[in-house]
């Protein structure tokens, strides 16, 4: 079956420091891609997409790089401030289909 | 204004009750979603309505049955609860099922089954 994958579960930023957080998926036929963030006791929020076309994409103070070849995913974020402070999902989606896989989450600490 | 509202924010019952989580939306999306997300945060599909119409059915106990009056709306339905029934149920919309649109997620509803 599908898997998405997280290399790592915590990640402690200073403020100010930029985050890096990763995310492996098995799916090659994946052709979509989302980054999401969850705050305590909210539902998961939009940051940024990628098509499988792009290796990377920017947003505000976000960046997303894709590397189909090894099936990875990354998500940057310059000058990390406490807001920033959640989980981070990647949602691969199947092509043709419905579903987005999420992984299981990167839980960002951001120091002051 | 609320784009995706789910209803109770909290639920707390006894095992073996049947109870009920609403969802509207209103931002005029064709696709609605039920989410399951577990106490280690692992976030997994249930079922999924378009236009009314059922597309997705993941490997959920049909104790679960979901409904949709009509597009704005994704009602979850739970018979005979157990305890690990006990997770946060998250409700989404999208604007189409195969369109690359992001999903908008309500805020949850906790369920506890004592």
């Known amino acids: 079956g599908e898997s998405v994958g997280l290399h790592l579960p915590t990640l402690s930023v200073q403020e100010g420091d930029n985050s890096i957080i990763n995310c492996a998926y098995s799916?090659?036929?994946?052709?979509?891609f989302i980054w999401y963030k969850q705050e305590s006791g909210k539902g998961p929020q939009f940051i940024i997409d990628?098509?499988?076309?792009?290796d990377k994409r920017q947003g505000q103070r976000v960046t997303v790089l894709l590397n189909k070849t090894v099936k990875h995913l990354s998500l940057q974020i310059a000058a990390t401030q406490p807001g920033d402070s959640a989980v981070y999902f990647c949602?691969?989606?199947?092509?043709?289909?419905?579903?987005?896989?999420f992984g299981t989450g990167t839980r960002l600490k951001v120091l002051a | 204004d609320t784009a995706v509202s789910q209803t109770p924010k909290y639920l707390v019952t006894q095992m073996g009750n049947d109870k009920s989580i609403k969802c509207e939306q209103n931002?005029?999306?064709?696709?609605m979603y039920w989410y399951k997300q577990d106490s280690k945060k692992f976030l997994k599909i249930m079922f999924s309505?378009?236009?009314?119409?059922?597309?997705i059915n993941e490997t959920v106990p049909n104790r679960f049955s979901p409904k949709s009056p009509d597009k704005a709306h994704l009602n979850l339905h739970i018979n005979s609860l157990e305890l690990g029934d006990s997770a946060v149920y998250f409700c989404?919309?999208?604007?189409?099922?195969?369109?690359?649109?992001?999903?908008?997620f309500g805020p949850g509803t906790r369920l506890l089954v004592l």
């Open positions: 989404a919309s999208s604007q189409g099922p195969l369109t690359q649109e992001t999903q908008y």
């Open positions: 799916n090659s036929a994946s052709d979509y």
């Open positions: 990628i098509r499988s076309n792009m």
């Open positions: 949602a691969p989606r199947g092509s043709g289909t419905y579903k987005y896989i």
């Open positions: 931002l005029g999306h064709d696709t």
């Open positions: 309505y378009n236009n009314k119409e059922l597309i």
